[in-house]
Structure formats: structure tokens, C-alpha cells
């Protein structure tokens, strides 16, 4: 069964730039979940969709937005970028219901110069 | 609201020996318990959780933990640790309220370095 797949791998963007990362959940996984990993923060939550309804957000500005589409794939976008954007950005899935715990992809690591 | 520390951010053992990772919560719900590794330049694999029963849970790679309510703990063990265990492992919580993964409070992570 495919793993979670994060797409692309490495992003290098200017500040003031938007960015838009993808994720596809393993087959069957309704449940999409991002966050941001950085050394001095370490992992935060950044929102959560189930059936392309954002169920769960944690507490980051509007610039970071996400939407679900029917096949449960996942988009996350920042906009006008901050120096303080870069950071590897995690998705994971999990089938929505129950504490099953989540399957990660790669990440996306994000540098903003 | 919960929050999870991890006491340790660096343990360093020799191959073969045992290891201890210290996680304690905080929560004022009860709260499902998680353990997650990363290796170098991946994502997050689950290595165990702890949801209700037994206290003592197993997981992959030989790794176990224990749930300990009156001390809010679920420290992580290995009898004997190999070179490839060289890792950042993570402590995790959801409330029970929560009937999905979203919304998992994480701890900082330990860097375990095993050496030869």
C-alpha cells in the first residue's frame, strides 16, 4: 500500500512569494493533517481537513491556508512569504475516525531567502 | 489544553545496551498517548500508542512503553539498542474527546545517538 506522498521534496522561494505544497494520504485515510517542523519551535499544528471540511486549526496567521479535495489529496498554501516561513512542512493522514495515529509523508523543506 | 515534555533532548548509549526516553503530559482530559521516530531528512513513523487496557505497550523495532497515570508518564524502552535506533524520537497526545488524529500536542523530540 503506497505510503504518504508529499510533493515537491525541496522548495527554494523569495520572500513576499506564495507557495503551494501537496499531499496525497494513503488510500482510504480521510483525515489530512499539517505541520510545521523547525529546530527552535519544534512540530506545530497547522490545521486539520476530514471530507474536505477543515476540522482542526492551530494557531497560525491566515497566510497559511489549506483545502481537501474529494479524493481526500490535500493542498496547503502560504502566502507573502517570511524568512520565518522555512521549515520542513509535514502532512499526515489517518482514516478520520478513531485514535489510530497518523502516517507521515517526507515533508516538504521550505526555505525562504 | 495539553502539553507534553520530553526530559531528555539528547541520549547518547553504546549499541547494545538499554535506553530509557522520559515523556511526561500534562492534560486535564484524559488523553491517548503516542511514540513516533524520525530518521534523517523523513517524516514521523509511529512506533506505538497507548489507548486503554494493558499499561505496558509494545511497538515496532522492539520498543515498549508504560502508561503511568498517577505519574502522567509513558517513558519508552529497548532492552538493547542497535546503530540504526540512532534517531529523534517523539512523545505525543490527543484528548480522548477527539474521536481522530488532528490536533496532537508533541513533545520537543530526543536525538538518541547510539555509538559503536
Known amino acids: 500500500k503506497a505510503g504518504v506522498t508529499q510533493t515537491p521534496r525541496y522548495l527554494i522561494k523569495t520572500r513576499g512569494q506564495q507557495v503551494t505544497l501537496s499531499c496525497s494520504p494513503i488510500s482510504g485515510h480521510r483525515s489530512v493533517s499539517w505541520y510545521q517542523q523547525t529546530p527552535g519551535q519544534g512540530l506545530q499544528f497547522l490545521f486539520e481537513?476530514?471530507?474536505?471540511?477543515?476540522?482542526n486549526k492551530g494557531n497560525f496567521p491566515g497566510r497559511f491556508s489549506g483545502r481537501q479535495f474529494s479524493n481526500s489529496r490535500s493542498e496547503m498554501n502560504v502566502s507573502t512569504l517570511e524568512l520565518g516561513d522555512s521549515a520542513l512542512y509535514l502532512c499526515?493522514?489517518?482514516?478520520?475516525?478513531?485514535?489510530?495515529?497518523?502516517?507521515f509523508g517526507s515533508g516538504t523543506r521550505l526555505t525562504v531567502v | 489544553a495539553q502539553s507534553v515534555t520530553q526530559l531528555d533532548s539528547q541520549v547518547p548509549v553504546f549499541e547494545e545496551a538499554p535506553v530509557e526516553l522520559r515523556c511526561n503530559y500534562s492534560?486535564?482530559?484524559?488523553?491517548?498517548l503516542f511514540w513516533y521516530v524520525q530518521y534523517p531528512n523523513q517524516g514521523l513513523q509511529l512506533l506505538l500508542k497507548?489507548?486503554?487496557?494493558?499499561?505496558l505497550v509494545k511497538g515496532i523495532n522492539g520498543f515498549e512503553a508504560e502508561f503511568n497515570k498517577s505519574q502522567t508518564s509513558f517513558h519508552l524502552r529497548k532492552p538493547s539498542v542497535h546503530i540504526s535506533d540512532t534517531a529523534e524520537y517523539f512523545c505525543?497526545?490527543?484528548?480522548?474527546?477527539?474521536?481522530?488524529?488532528?490536533?496532537?500536542?508533541f513533545g520537543d523530540g530526543t536525538t538518541l545517538t547510539v555509538k559503536p
Open positions: 499526515a493522514s489517518s482514516p478520520g475516525q478513531g485514535p489510530a495515529g497518523y502516517t
Open positions: 497507548y489507548l486503554s487496557g494493558s499499561t
Open positions: 505525543a497526545v490527543i484528548p480522548l474527546r477527539y474521536t481522530n488524529a488532528g490536533k496532537s500536542t
Open positions: 492534560s486535564s482530559v484524559s488523553v491517548y
Open positions: 481537513y476530514f471530507s474536505e471540511t477543515q476540522r
